[in-house]
C-alpha cells in the first residue's frame, strides 16, 4: 500500500518537471535568435556609418548627374496651332521637361504610316541650357549639315531658314527654321518640308509661325505680352504665301520689297 502512494508522487512529480525544463529551452532558443538580430543590426549600422563618412568625405561640389528629358503626360498644353488652314494633315502634340526647369512643346504633322511632313518645337529653356547659351536637342532638325535659305519676316520678325540636307531615303526638299529670343526666354525651330517651290516652301514655314497661339502663359507675363504682340502682326496663310513671292530674301542678298 506504502508503494500505491508512492507512484502517483513520483508520477506528478515527473509532469511538473518537463513543462518547465521545455518552457526554459524555448526562452533560451528566443534570446539566442534575439542576440543574434542585435548582432546584425549593429553590424549594418557600422557598415552603413563606413560608407557615410566615406560619401562626407569626398567632394561634394561635383556635379550629380541627373536624367535627361522626360515625356510630361499630365503636364496641360501650353500652345496650340491652328489648323484652319491646312486641316488635311493630322497632327501630334508631345511636351517634354528637363529636372532643371525646361520644357519642350512639339508639334508634328503627316500621315501615320508616313514620314512627317512638318515639325515645330517651342522650347522654353531652364538651368539645362548653360551658361554657353545652347542646348542639346534644341531645333534637331538643324543638327544635320545645311546651307543657308535666307530669312523670312513671320510675326515674331525675322526668323533663320537653312536647307536641310536631304538623303537617299529620303530625297524631299526641307527648309529648316530656328529664332531665340532674350525676353522672354524662347526658342522657336523646326522643319518643313511642304512646298514645290522655294518660295512655297519659304510660305509654309510662314504659315506655321503664323498659326501658333498661346494657350496660357503659365504665370509669365513677358510670354503673354511677347504673344499678344505677335498677334498684331499675324497674317493669314494666303498673305503669307503673297510675301513669300513678293519678298527677295536669300542668304547673300538682303530682304528686298517688290519685284524687280
Known sequence: MRSSWSHPAKSGSTRT?????????QLRAVLA????????????????????????????????????????????????????DSPEYPESYAIFRHPEGGRKEIFRWGAVSERPIAELEIYRPGGEFGAAGSAAGSGAALSVPTEGAGVIISKFGPVTLRRLASGADDPRSCLGFAR????????????????????????????????????????????????????LRRENCASASAAAEDWVTTADRPALRGAF
Open 180 to 231: 531665340r529670343f532674350d525676353q522672354p526666354r524662347l526658342i522657336l525651330s523646326g522643319w518643313s518640308c511642304q512646298g514645290d517651290t522655294v518660295p512655297a516652301e519659304r510660305a509654309a514655314i510662314g504659315c506655321l509661325l503664323s498659326r501658333l497661339m498661346l494657350l496660357k502663359d503659365g504665370n509669365d507675363p513677358k510670354l503673354a505680352e511677347f504673344f499678344a504682340h505677335a498677334e
Open 33 to 84: 535568435d534575439a542576440a543574434l538580430y542585435v548582432g546584425m543590426l549593429a553590424l549594418i549600422a557600422t557598415v552603413g556609418l563606413h560608407y557615410l563618412n566615406q560619401l562626407l568625405s569626398s567632394d561634394t561640389h561635383q556635379p550629380v548627374a541627373k536624367p535627361g528629358w522626360a515625356v510630361a503626360t499630365r503636364t496641360a498644353p501650353a500652345f496650340a496651332v491652328s489648323q484652319t
Open 17 to 25: 518537471t518537463e513543462p518547465r525544463t521545455g518552457f526554459a529551452e
